[in-house]
């Protein structure tokens, strides 16, 4: 048995501090297979990986490759072991070029004095054949997300590795990309490589994967064939309890419900152009499309974060067509960042002090000062109404869970009473868990009046969340989806452009 | 009963009785500065009979007073995440405009406040060319260190501004005392806690933490980030006119080439205190106490009768040391923690 195993981890225990991070894990990956591994943020998946990649020491357990005991001291020797890590946060220089990239580590180990470009760009070529369509002189920089992963994973297989651990690489993709790192995955199994996948996403497991490990508070929970169960079983296994159903109910009435929101024929002059729709009240309503279809150009400029050539935008009657973001706040309508870390929280500041970024003022006394009871205290409110869990709200953002991150960034917004909360991709990078809490939060609001707009790359979510969506291609709605034509195929139909009826409704 | 009503509702109790300690981790930091100064002290005590005298503390006080006026201002510059390297010559600049003017007939007082005013256009200038051109503070800065200094220059023609004939009452700001303690170290003083507590408590210090921390996510929540960051680089500009108009009322002279080399040790003390070069975080009192600590150990080095040769590599092996020490701490610190999952 063991000798058919590619990587073994065995009884694997890590503590930092306190915190026990991993008890006694144990996972078995056999040649060739897809290995998918589960578990919400905490559970220990990263601290597992980065102990295989050598980042991490273990303080007890052994590693075992090939069925031969290895000793991983830094990711330069799991490497050499075969190991190729695409880690969740891309890590590309954006200033070189794709070839001189996926050569990094050639490079680092060349003994010749002179950079010997010819051959860079032939051995990126040769790595990127038969995963996409790269460039290999262009810059990363310039380069989609997508692409940016293959380039990682080409950087990965230049390496000789017969291991591959992909941390959440469809979390930045959309739909259709996705399908492309699939298609390479089977290809790369073909070829007897071992993958180790780690993801949110049970459609994608099932469909994908050939076993599905599940952790649990640094516990092993189980391993199993996929065949032998199915999502509900591996979520209530990964959170330990019962969700009860994935998404809150919907709200039937918003069909028919008053216009809140009226945007019409927003153009910006360069991604985007004749862009009108309506938010109604009560109502979730999603915007899909590919990623660079100009879905977040759209919900920027609504908010005044990104000029517009052309059009208006209408609260309860009122045009609000805002110049400046302060504007857009003042009459009501916050914006919630797709880029978590990047432009939705301070991750050194406190979590109070996040909170009342949005607006300070309403924490502050007449003076001009900052009043720290009544920060606190909207904090601690906002915080209650989230379910954030912390341990202070003086402790800084980076202590969170992504997570509870993303419910400090959306407690933000909502200390300004907003009319309408337009949030790009809510959910990504945030366990089961906390996603079902975030789309319980979502359902809430919309009830009690607040409009909620919701970008998603993640068909699933968009069709159990929104009652309504709007789909984008190339900078124009491409349609509309309502209720039971809300499906996976019509979206991407529409998003993609194929056998489409042309009829463009707003 | 639902989110929205919580959301709503009136705040809950909230536990604890912890004063809201803003500065988090900052607190750390200067409590270690502190022990180690008096450390040093201690240790000098033994070295050197003179060191624990009123006389020593006094003139160690009054070296720092004036450039820590300056000092604050760097700090609040390195949170918002800009650095101004042209202090040293604004301060002189500011001399020698109260001077010139003052020999042009007017009264120091008047004089002084047109000098204040041109080292703020200064700053304005600078801000100009970093929010609306887009320049780094950086290069901005290091452009009117030179462009500044060689207004100096000009404006007097390279020779030292004599103002003995400035009046006694004026003169009273940089040299008198009060109760046996210099006018300088009152002034000093009064700076510092005033800004303090602003940037700990005021609403619009609290916008230089956000965009020094992150300026996108800052953009995010509404804050005009450029005109934060323009505030922070006049401010900084404005504090070195104040200090300018100090030194001339202290030496009765405005010299083309006061300030040089003064701009580093002021980021030097800031950035012992515990300003970061990537901006978001810092404290006045940090960056004072680091102000303080090099002011300990070049009193020291005189005392020791260490060579003057020798005395700026040592000042620039302790800037080293501290800032690596306080590195490592911090970096220990973090590694011990629980890190956040799924990074």
Request: neutral net charge; aromatic residues 6%.
């Amino acid at each position: 048995m063991s000798e058919s195993l590619a990587l073994e981890a065995r009884n694997i225990t890590k503590a930092f501090g306190p915190v026990q991070a991993l008890n006694d894990v144990s996972l078995g990956l056999r040649k060739g297979e897809i290995h998918a591994l589960v578990g919400e943020n905490g559970a220990g998946k990263s601290t597992l990986m980065n102990i295989i990649d050598g980042i991490l020491r273990p303080d007890a357990g052994d590693i075992l490759i090939n069925g031969r005991k290895a000793d991983i001291a830094s990711p330069a020797q799991a490497q050499r072991l075969g190991i190729g890590f695409v880690h969740q946060e891309i890590a590309l220089c954006p200033d070189i070029t794709v070839a001189e990239n996926i050569s990094m580590a050639a490079t680092n180990h060349r003994r010749a004095f002179l950079m010997n470009y010819a051959e860079t760009r032939e051995h990126a070529r040769a790595a990127l054949a038969g995963l996409g369509d790269v460039d290999p002189d262009s810059k990363a920089g310039d380069l989609s997300i997508s692409e940016q992963q293959i380039v990682e994973i080409a950087k990965a297989l230049t390496l000789d590795c017969s291991i591959l651990i992909l941390d959440e690489p469809t979390a930045a993709l959309t739909e259709r990309e996705a399908g492309k790192l699939f298609q390479i995955m089977a290809r790369l199994k073909q070829r007897g490589i071992s993958i180790i996948y780690i993801s949110h996403r049970m459609a994608e497991i099932f469909d994908h994967c050939d076993r599905v490990t599940v952790l649990r508070d640094g516990r092993h929970v189980s391993t199993r064939d996929v065949a032998q169960t199915d999502p509900e079983d591996i979520v209530r296994r990964m959170v330990g309890r019962h969700l009860g159903d994935l998404y809150p109910a919907k709200n039937r009435a918003s069909a028919t419900a008053d216009v809140m929101l009226a945007i019409e024929g927003l153009c910006d002059g360069q991604r985007f152009s004749d862009v009108s729709f309506s938010l109604r009240k009560g109502e979730i309503l999603g915007i899909a499309g590919l990623i660079g279809a100009g879905r977040t150009e759209i919900a920027l400029s609504l908010c005044g974060l990104r000029p517009i050539s052309s059009g208006k935008v209408h609260l309860e009657g009122r045009d609000i067509t805002p110049a400046s973001y302060p504007q857009s706040i003042a009459a009501g309508v916050v914006y919630l960042s797709e880029d978590r870390k990047g432009a939705g929280v301070f991750v050194d500041l406190p979590i109070a002090a996040n909170i009342s970024a949005l607006a300070v003022e309403k924490v502050s006394g007449r003076s001009g000062f900052v009043i720290p009871s009544r920060e606190r205290a909207q904090a601690a409110r906002l915080g209650a109404a989230l379910k954030l869990k912390y341990g202070s709200l003086d402790d800084a953002v980076s202590t969170l869970s992504g997570g509870n991150q993303q419910k400090v960034a959306i407690a933000k917004l909502l200390s300004v009473r907003p009319k309408v909360i337009v949030l790009d991709e809510p959910t990504r990078g945030v366990d089961v868990g906390a996603k079902a809490e975030i789309h319980r939060i979502l359902r809430d609001l919309a009830e009690s009046g607040t409009g909620i707009i919701v970008i998603s790359s993640e068909l699933p979510e968009l069709i159990g969340l929104c009652d309504r969506a709007i789909v984008i291609r190339e900078g124009r709605i491409a349609g509309e989806v309502e209720g039971s034509a809300m499906t996976e195929e019509e979206i991407i139909r529409l998003a993609s452009g194929v056998g489409r009826k042309d009829g463009r409704e707003a | 009963m639902s989110t929205m009503d919580e959301i709503s509702g009136s705040a809950p109790h909230i536990r604890g009785g912890r004063s809201a300690g803003w500065r988090g981790l900052g607190n750390m930091r200067e409590l270690g500065l502190v022990l180690i100064i008096l450390a040093l002290c201690a240790v000098m005590s033994f070295a050197s009979p003179y060191f624990l005298t009123w006389t020593n503390f006094r003139a160690m006080l009054l070296s720092f007073s004036i450039e820590g006026i300056v000092v604050v201002g760097m700090t609040v510059l390195l949170i918002v995440g800009a650095i101004d390297l042209s202090v040293g010559s604004v301060v002189c600049f500011s001399m020698v405009v109260g001077g010139f003017f003052f020999l042009a007939g007017l009264d120091p007082w008047s004089a002084s406040l047109l000098a204040i005013a041109a080292s703020a256009m200064i700053g304005v200038f600078m801000a100009l060319c970093v929010t609306r051109i887009g320049l780094h503070s950086f290069i901005v800065s290091l452009a009117f260190m030179v462009i500044v200094r060689g207004l100096c220059l000009a404006i007097t023609g390279g020779t030292p501004l004599s103002l003995f004939s400035l009046p006694a009452s004026f003169k009273f700001i940089g040299q008198g005392n009060i109760y046996g303690i210099p006018v300088v170290i009152i002034i000093f003083a009064v700076v510092v806690a005033i800004f303090d507590f602003l940037l700990r408590r005021a609403t619009v210090f609290r916008k230089v933490f956000y965009t020094g921390s992150n300026e996108k996510a800052a953009q995010y929540s509404g804050i005009r980030t450029d005109r934060v960051k323009f505030f922070c680089i006049v401010l900084c500009a404005t504090l070195a006119g104040v200090a300018g108009v100090i030194y001339m009322a202290r030496f009765g002279a405005a010299t083309p080439t006061f300030g040089l080399g003064m701009e580093l040790n002021i980021i030097a003390a800031a950035v012992i205190g515990g300003a970061s070069l990537k901006g978001g975080s810092g404290s006045i009192l940090g960056a004072i106490l680091g102000m303080a600590l090099l002011s300990v150990v070049s009193s020291s080095l005189i005392l020791l009768d260490v060579s003057p040769y020798w005395q700026d590599t040592i000042r620039g092996l302790i800037l080293l040391a501290a800032v690596s020490f306080d590195h490592v701490l911090h970096n220990r610190r973090m590694a011990g923690a629980p890190r956040p999952a799924g990074q």
